[in-house]
C-alpha cells in the first residue's frame, strides 16, 4: 500500500531531503558490506587453517594413539580448563572476542609415580584443548561478522528496494498534484477573468445604449 502524504510543498521539500539522506547513506552502507565480506573471508580462511592446525595435531598422535587412549581415564581429571583469556577487538566495527589463551588448573600428580610419557599425553591434551578452545572463539567472531553482514545487506535491500524507489513515487505523486492544481488555478483564473471581461462589456453596452 503507498504511503499516506500530504500533497503540499512543505511534503515535497521533506522528501527531498529524505531522497538526498537515503542516496548519501547508501554508498555508506554499501562499503560497509564489502568490508564485512572481505573480513569474513580472511576469518574463514584462518578458520579452515586452525582447523587443520588441530587435525594435523591429532594426526601427529597416531603413532602413540594406543597409549594415548590408555592414559587418557588418568589425564582426562588432570586437564581442565580455569579460564579462557579472552580480549576485546574490533573488525570493521564489529566488538569481537580474541582468543589470548587457555588457563588450566594445576592440578599436582606423583611425578615418582608416572613416567615421561604421561607428561608427554598430559601436554598433548592441553595443545588439543587450546587449539579447540581457539576455533570456538573464531567461530564466534565468524557468526557475528555473519549477523552483521545480514544486517548491512537488509538495510541496503530496505534502501534500495523500499525507501529510495517509494520516496521517489512519493515526489512525482506531489509534483503531479501540485502540477494539476496549478493548472486548475490558472483556468480558474482565466475563467474568472472572462466573466469579468463580460461583465464589463456589458456594463459598457448598457451605458452606451442609456
Not at 31 to 48: C, D, G, I, W
Not at 110 to 123: K, R
Not at 187 to 208: H, M
Amino acid at each position: 500500500m503507498a504511503e499516506k502524504i500530504k500533497f503540499n510543498k512543505n511534503t515535497l521539500r521533506e522528501q527531498k531531503q529524505m531522497l538526498g539522506l537515503y542516496l548519501e547513506f547508501l554508498p555508506t552502507l554499501e562499503l560497509r558490506k564489502q568490508q564485512l565480506q572481505t573480513e569474513l573471508r580472511k576469518l574463514s580462511a584462518a578458520l579452515v587453517e586452525r582447523r587443520a592446525a588441530l587435525a594435523s595435531l591429532l594426526q601427529s598422535a597416531a603413532p602413540w594413539s594406543g597409549l594415548a587412549n590408555k592414559l587418557l581415564p588418568w589425564v582426562r581429571p588432570l586437564v581442565v580448563i580455569d579460564e579462557v583469556e579472552l580480549k576485546t577487538g574490533n573488525i570493521a566495527g564489529v566488538k569481537v572476542p580474541l582468543f589470548q589463551r587457555v588457563v588450566f588448573k594445576p592440578i599436582g600428580y606423583s611425578l615418582l609415580a608416572t613416567t615421561p610419557a604421561h607428561d608427554a599425553v598430559i601436554g598433548f591434551f592441553k595443545r588439543a584443548v587450546a587449539h579447540r578452545e581457539e576455533i570456538a572463539v573464531m567461530e564466534k567472531q565468524v557468526a557475528l561478522i555473519e549477523s552483521e553482514l545480514t544486517r548491512t545487506t537488509q538495510r541496503i535491500n530496505l534502501y534500495e528496494k523500499v525507501l529510495i524507489p517509494q520516496t521517489r513515487e512519493n515526489i512525482r505523486r506531489i509534483k503531479v498534484y501540485l502540477g494539476d492544481q496549478q493548472t486548475a488555478a490558472v483556468c480558474r483564473a482565466k475563467i474568472a477573468k472572462a466573466k469579468i471581461v463580460q461583465k464589463v462589456a456589458a456594463l459598457q453596452a448598457e451605458v452606451r445604449g442609456g
